[in-house]
């Protein structure tokens, strides 16, 4: 075998007393698609980052094209022609394609922007590679599957022979997901080494050519991709054998407990975020709710809340109609809310746990006695609550905001679900967790719909909905396009309507 | 996986240690910031030219020669605690009010208007009513900036600082004008006239200056701190300060909370106002304040805008003032080093969000975390 | 003669706005800088509080009121660098530090000022004399409102398209906005967000330095406590006005220094207006259009967070 293009050995990263990289090896050869997979938090982006420039390693030595390096910025980085495209995209929404371009990029007659020049180059590179795209217009203005190209652009234009990409399928549907792989093929013809990172077990197997597995910070080992399969890389992942496609009993809908009638919201400067939206909600039934982010998700549960009142239709609740809901009045009707943002919206970081918890009933008794919060019986809440869901934590007098993902969602539901008592409106309620917290957050949810609760479940994990959901509605600009049943043969049509096609029959 | 710290028991000892030794931080944070500052204080008083032990040594006797003395160090303390008082509770809800300064020249103006009228009250009328009046003044001048700040957004920092400016310029018409004392006379001061001794705050501890005044700010702190930390307006008024959006979740009507918060601030500086002037000046004047409200700042900064915290810090200014005061008498170094020692406590406050950041208490919650897995 | 009156009137309130609007223009001028870079200065106040003690300073010591410039400069500069260090190394909050700021200069300069004349009267130092523009101090109505004018006042007036070109049109530019916009973006693609930060705060302060020099050197020859008197927040008003182009902000600046012109003259008039009204007029002004505009322009996204994020 060859000299490998990249070397990293024995990496260690800390943060605080948390080990996030511990004695990493890492290697690419010339010309090849590596995985790295993991699970969030198993330190792959830490490793990256490293390798980027944009994290100092406590120990570890990197070894680029055979000679040793060390790399203290970015700048270093792009130096020895190492890009990087980092899970949230790093483009300035305000500056037109262009100018993100542009942005850090040494000029040939400095102190001037090489505007013509860069135009010229632009031309040829969306040639080359097939990346056509319109420079004058703000990024802002585009869907995120090009906003993705404009990121692969710059990392071009600096001149990219590794290329970092950290879980760029993230944010694109299913078959934009086609056309990304297509590009990724394209770049490793004309020369390009990628870097693949990602927790998605059927993507990893179909787009690489080897793939190193981490857990906890540590390399677990590299396999070839002609050699793995799902169950080998899941055990490697999580340390333990685990069932995959884990499906949820699906069934059990009775009378409708939620219905939107044309419901409709229009926003200052955006224009209308949700087109005519109706849809029923029964209770003991999961009604899925699927689209690439930005496609009026998050509004939508905010409308259904009453974070946000809507501009036109009518709601109701077990046939009684709803006039200007709050989340007062939602609370009232049985209404439990996750919302997509736990850290900023569904909590209040430096609040204890216990506060957090009777965050929506901190106001009436039994908490509330005389206007004066009684705390003893705040605390009793939240010593419940933490043993029945299982909340990991110091003590309950402990800010939440020191809480790991998994435990301050476990937080959100334990109050959340306690006041659903119809419905339960969940956002994204697995995201970024690991496998762990995920099951139990789904075991959660199941648990309530058998309830009898009707729970409105909005993720952007087809996966996630397939196993959960008994039926999935997709979102697109904000309409719904169509309602299909929640199982495994619904996949085409739901990826034909995540990108705008309209389904003719519904379910 | 097993031996997790209590998810429902008590907390261990050394996670109780490592708490107490966190507030114990909170605590000493700001008096150390106040120590740095006078070291610092002592460098520019020894660029001047004067020996900065010798004008520390006649600050001290400032403060501590006489019962008279401290009795001045809890005169020049009570504006500042009450004003301090609202800023604390303002700053708690994420609104940082510079507008003190204007809410208590309102305050005293409405204040002091009610108290020199000669109705014929007595003195249990008298004064709640004019210090109603002070509360009026300045919760008005708080309630623009507010309802901007809640309803639409608009930065409170520009809007109550221009507001300060105004609001001198009133008063300063007031006081040359409508309400001048005796405005007939050649040399008459742009002043109003004596308030009715009826709305004068009686002397608590002669033959010291000290006020009831003082006795109000105490009362203030108490019934502040129950608010905060007790009830349910506080919790409330804290999620605002916390995470907008997620009070906004949780139901809380933000906008009012906000615009309450921002009233309940002015009024209280329009209190300290009206009590300055009831209890110690008699007379409102032209700029009669030499920056009370900017000062306060610093005070509920250094408080850690606790209404304890803020009582240590106010009294720790008074003195500073009244000390400085004589500094400037017998050593020459001018008083408004005091300010320099204000603004550098402020940076101090400033920036040890930074050291607290690594305080053993929170190393301490990682760890627990991380045994969780 | 009715007329010949009113023009008259009409150009010298012009001058003197155009004159009124200088120390706001270099102020606001610094203001956008640091705020396109990220950093929301509530200190500008402070660093021109700053500038009109260390011009003052600065033309005592060396007799010239170049010298004065360039102490002015210096003593708005090195404030720039403190809230740079508090603020950037020390990640402290912004706002918080920008109001301990505007203490801090106002606290120093009169400790110092006090120490130094112990009766409260600063002696005349050598000041900026208008200059007239050859040939174009020869045009009419436009020569007398613009070209017979201070030094400084022509200097702030060529820095609006200079600022223009820098922050819009250079690599430079571009990147400061960058750290401004998205500052993390701005690090992955090779930018020193920190040093760049430091970089906008210490111009910055340079150029509001230079606002407080011409209060004390451009005006009067000497210094007095309360020259400023908010005409820093005044200015960070104009930014906003102006939504952060040098152009705009400037005639921003140009409509409050009139405004301020207009009150003096009115004052002379003896109108049936009391003069604290009319000291108020430019406050009030201010106040009216902050809260017009405000909400309307877009400021750079990462206006005001420390970076890093934790």
């Known amino acids: ?149 404009v990121e692969i652009l710059k990392a071009l234009f600096r001149g990219a022979d590794l290329l970092i990409l950290d879980e760029p399928t993230a944010v694109l549907s299913p078959l934009e997901v086609e056309e990304f792989f297509a590009v990724l093929k394209n770049l490793v013809g004309k020369g390009v080494s990628i870097i693949f990172i990602s927790h998605k077990l059927d993507e990893v197997l179909r787009i690489s050519d080897r793939i190193t597995v981490l857990r906890q910070g540590k390399r677990i080992g590299t396999i070839e991709t002609r050699q793995a399969t799902q169950p080998i890389l899941a055990e490697m992942m999580v340390g333990r054998a685990v069932a995959l496609d884990h499906s949820f009993p699906k069934g059990g809908a009775a009378q409708p407990i939620l219905e939107l009638k044309g419901v409709s919201l229009t926003r200052p400067k955006v224009g209308r975020v949700l087109k005519e939206i109706t849809l029923t909600l029964h209770s003991g039934e999961i009604l899925g709710i699927a689209g690439i982010d930005g496609n009026g998700q998050e509004e939508l549960a905010d409308v259904v809340c009453g974070l946000i009142p809507y501009s036109a239709g009518q709601m109701f609740i077990e046939g ?50 005389y206007g004066f919060l009684r705390e003893k019986v705040v605390r009793l809440n939240a010593q419940q609550i933490i043993a029945e869901f299982d909340i990991r934590a110091a003590d309950l007098l402990q800010p939440v905001g020191e809480l790991s993902g998994g435990n301050q969602q476990k937080v959100i539901l334990g109050r959340e679900l306690k006041l659903a008592q119809r419905l339960l409106v969940a956002v994204h309620p697995t995201r970024g967790l690991d496998v762990g917290a995920t099951e139990s957050v789904r075991q959660f949810l199941h648990a309530q719909k058998q309830k009898g609760i009707g729970i409105l479940l909005i993720s952007a994990d087809l996966d996630e909905l397939l196993a959960m959901s008994d039926r999935i509605a997709v979102l697109f600009r904000g309409e719904i396009l169509g309602v299909v049943p929640g199982e495994a043969a619904s996949l085409p049509a739901i990826s034909r309507m995540m990108l705008g096609e309209r389904l003719e029959a519904t379910a | 996986m097993e031996n997790v710290p209590s998810s429902g028991s008590p907390p261990s000892p050394a996670l109780r240690r490592a708490r107490w030794f966190g507030y114990l931080q909170i605590i000493l944070m700001p008096f150390g910031a106040v120590l740095a500052a006078l070291i610092v204080g002592a460098i520019l008083i020894a660029l001047t030219g004067v020996d900065p032990l010798f004008a520390y040594q006649k600050m001290w006797e400032g403060i501590a020669k006489s019962n008279y003395q401290v009795g001045l160090v809890l005169v020049k303390a009570t504006p500042l605690l009450i004003i301090g008082l609202g800023l604390g509770f303002v700053f708690n809800s994420g609104v940082f009010n510079i507008g003190a300064e204007g809410q208590l020249y309102m305050g005293a103006l409405l204040g002091t208007a009610i108290a020199i009228q000669n109705w014929g009250l007595p003195a249990w009328l008298h004064i709640p009513l004019s210090l109603l009046g002070g509360f009026v003044g300045g919760g008005l001048w708080g309630l623009l900036p507010g309802y901007l700040k809640a309803r639409h957004n608009i930065n409170e920092v520009i809007t109550t600082i221009l507001l300060n400016y105004i609001a001198i310029y009133i008063v300063s018409y007031f006081t040359h004008g409508p309400l001048r004392d005796n405005p007939l006379a050649e040399a008459a001061l742009p002043q109003t006239p004596e308030v009715q001794a009826s709305a004068q705050l009686p002397l608590i501890w002669p033959p010291t200056r000290l006020h009831a005044g003082f006795l109000l700010g105490l009362g203030l702190a108490l019934t502040l701190y129950l608010v905060t930390y007790r009830m349910a307006f506080g919790y409330k008024a804290r999620a605002v300060g916390s995470s907008l959006a997620a009070a906004h979740y949780a139901g809380m009507n933000t906008t009012l909370i906000m615009v309450i918060v921002m009233v309940v601030s002015g009024g209280l500086a329009g209190v300290a106002g009206t009590v300055e002037i009831l209890g110690v000046q008699h007379r409102l004047r032209d700029m009669f304040s030499p920056g009370l409200g900017y000062s306060a700042i610093a005070i509920a900064l250094m408080g850690n805008n606790h209404p304890f915290g803020i009582l240590l810090a106010a009294m720790l200014f008074g003195a500073l003032q009244v000390g400085a005061n004589n500094m400037q008498a017998l050593a020459g170094v001018p008083v408004t080093i005091v300010d320099v020692i204000q603004a550098m406590v402020i940076f101090f406050v400033a920036v040890s969000a930074m050291i607290r950041w690594r305080a053993p208490l929170l190393s301490l919650f990682r760890r627990a975390e991380e045994a969780s897995g | 003669m009715e007329e010949v009156v009113w023009l008259t009137f009409l150009v010298s309130l012009l001058a003197a706005g155009v004159r009124l609007a200088t120390p706001l223009l270099f102020a606001a001028l610094g203001g956008i800088t640091n705020e396109l870079a990220g950093v929301l200065n509530i200190g500008l106040e402070g660093m021109m509080i700053a500038g009109t003690f260390g011009a003052y300073i600065g033309a005592l010591l060396s007799g010239s009121e170049w010298g004065g410039a360039l102490g002015g400069m210096l003593a708005g500069g090195l404030l720039g660098l403190l809230f740079a260090y508090l603020s950037i190394t020390w990640r402290g909050d912004q706002v918080v530090l920008g109001t301990g700021l505007n203490i801090f200069a106002l606290g120093l300069t ?37 070209f017979r004018q201070v030094p400084l006042v022509y200097l702030a007036y060529m820095l609006i398209p200079i600022a223009t070109f820098l922050l819009y049109k250079t690599t430079w530019g571009l990147k400061l906005r960058c750290c401004g916009e998205h500052p993390r973006a701005a690090e992955t693609v090779g930018v020193n967000v920190v040093k760049t930060r430091y970089l906008a705060l210490c111009l910055s302060g340079m150029l509001a330095g230079l606002g407080g020099t011409f209060l004390s050197l451009g005006q009067i020859s000497a210094f007095t406590e309360g020259l400023v008197s908010g005409r820093g927040f005044i200015a960070l008003a104009a930014i906003i006005f ?28 003896g109108l049936p207006i009391r003069y604290e009204f009319l000291l108020m007029f430019p406050y009030l002004l201010t106040l009216v259009t902050f809260i017009i505009f405000v909400n309307r322009g877009d400021s750079p996204a990462g206006l005001g967070k420390p970076y890093p994020e934790k």
């Open chain 1, 320 to 369: 009684r109609s709803i006039l200007n809901p709050t989340p007062r009045k939602m609370k009232a009707a049985g209404l439990g809310y996750v919302p997509a943002d736990r850290q900023r919206v569904g909590l209040v970081k430096n609040f204890s746990i216990a506060h957090n918890l009777v965050l929506k009933s901190f106001d009436a008794p039994p908490f509330n006695a």
């Open chain 3, 110 to 146: 009169s400790f110092f000022f006090r120490s130094m004349y112990k009766a409260g009267i600063s002696q005349f130092v050598p000041s900026f004399q208008a200059w007239n523009v050859p040939l174009l101090s020869d045009i009419p109505l436009i020569g007398q409102i613009f």
């Open chain 1, 1 to 149: 075998m060859p000299a490998p293009l990249l070397e990293m050995r024995q990496i260690v990263k800390t943060f605080g007393s948390l080990r996030a990289n511990d004695h990493v090896d890492f290697e690419v050869q010339s010309g090849e698609i590596h995985a790295l997979l993991g699970e969030n938090g198993a330190g792959k982006t830490t490793l990256m980052n490293v390798l980027y420039g944009l994290y100092q390693p406590d120990g570890g030595e990197i070894y680029w094209k055979g000679e040793k390096i060390t790399l203290h910025s970015p700048r270093d980085a792009i130096r020895h022609r190492i890009g990087m495209i980092h899970q949230h995209l790093m483009l300035v929404p305000n500056f037109t394609v262009l100018e993100n371009i542009l942005v850090g990029l040494p000029s040939p007659k400095e102190p001037f922007l090489p505007i013509q020049e860069t135009l010229t180059r632009l031309e040829d590179f969306a040639a080359q590679y097939g990346l056509p795209i319109d420079p004058t217009l703000k990024v802002k203005q585009l869907p995120l599957g090009l906003q993705q190209r």
């Open chain 3, 242 to 269: 102006g939504r952060w182009k040098p152009l705009n902000v400037a005639l921003a600046c140009l409509l409050f220094g009139v405004a301020d012109a207009l009150q003096l003259r009115l004052q002379g008039f």
